[in-house]
């Protein structure tokens, strides 16, 4: 009859070493999750710390049945999270809404993070401490990179909204839907009661999101476009 629990020989044998890759684990995927949590993105600590965590378990307990059942593949069941960690990526990036391709950059901090994970999983813990160290070092300086090369690229765009709250919230859900190509906006009150709104955006991304952004704030009722400065003539309505 096989046993239920494993026995306390194995206990005092594995615990020692799988006590030092779970810290390791969290360690590392708490320190890329970080970043991702202080800029509000999605995949942030609590995630990439479950993903980092669970792929080392997945790995140790690979290498440890095939210890106990003579399997001539010890990696067999870890090889699966870099097939199975994809669905994972692909939900981030179908879960967001309209036809905008979005989550790419979540999807691959998932996909990291499993990879971290195995390396943990498979004793690796000194290079898997430097390698997330170094991606933190990375995202951080290729963050600080893609905003002067958006603000040298994007383009400001001034609409007028009307000082109705729903209207105004219909623009802010619009803007939300395209953050990734928008670098900064602006909503200004106007100096009297029933004044519009002066809506400053600068966007940077393809003509093809852009065109899509601008046809769809034409068609909001309560928004209304404005001369640009240093232009003669008003965009088209």
């Known amino acids: 009859m096989e046993t239920t629990f494993e026995s306390i020989d194995q206990l005092l044998r594995l615990a020692p070493g799988f006590a030092l890759k779970f810290l390791v684990a969290v360690l590392c995927g708490g320190a890329i999750g970080m970043e991702r949590e202080t800029t509000g993105k999605p995949a942030g600590l609590r995630t990439s710390i ?3 965590v669970g792929s080392m378990i997945f790995t140790v307990m690979s290498m440890e ?8 593949d010890p990696t067999r069941i870890a090889a699966q999270i870099v097939s199975g960690i994809g669905f994972l990526g692909a939900g981030a990036i179908l879960h967001e809404k309209g036809n905008i391709v979005k989550g790419m950059t979540t999807a691959a901090i998932i996909w990291l993070m499993a990879s971290i994970g195995m390396m943990i999983g ?19 300086a290729l963050h600080r990179l893609e905003l002067r090369i958006h603000r040298r690229a994007s ?6 909204i009307d000082p ?12 939300d839907l ?9 909503i200004e009150k106007g100096s009297e009661a029933n004044a519009p709104s002066l809506l400053t955006f600068y966007f940077f991304g393809a003509k093809s999101e852009r065109r899509r952004l601008l046809e769809a ?3 909001l009722k309560g928004v209304h476009t404005m001369r640009r400065p240093g232009l003669g003539k008003e965009e088209p309505k």
Do not use: H, W
């Open 155 to 160: 383009r400001p765009y001034y609409f007028l």
């Open 164 to 175: 109705i709250p729903p209207t105004q919230q219909r623009v802010l859900a619009l803007l």
């Open 65 to 72: 049945m095939a210890k106990a059942t003579n399997v001539s």
């Open 217 to 219: 704030l034409y068609n």
């Open 50 to 52: 479950i993903v980092c």
């Open 122 to 140: 498979a004793g690796f813990l000194l290079s898997a401490c430097i390698v997330s160290g170094a991606i933190v070092v990375m995202i951080l």
């Open 178 to 186: 395209f953050e990734e190509s928008i670098d900064t906006y602006t």
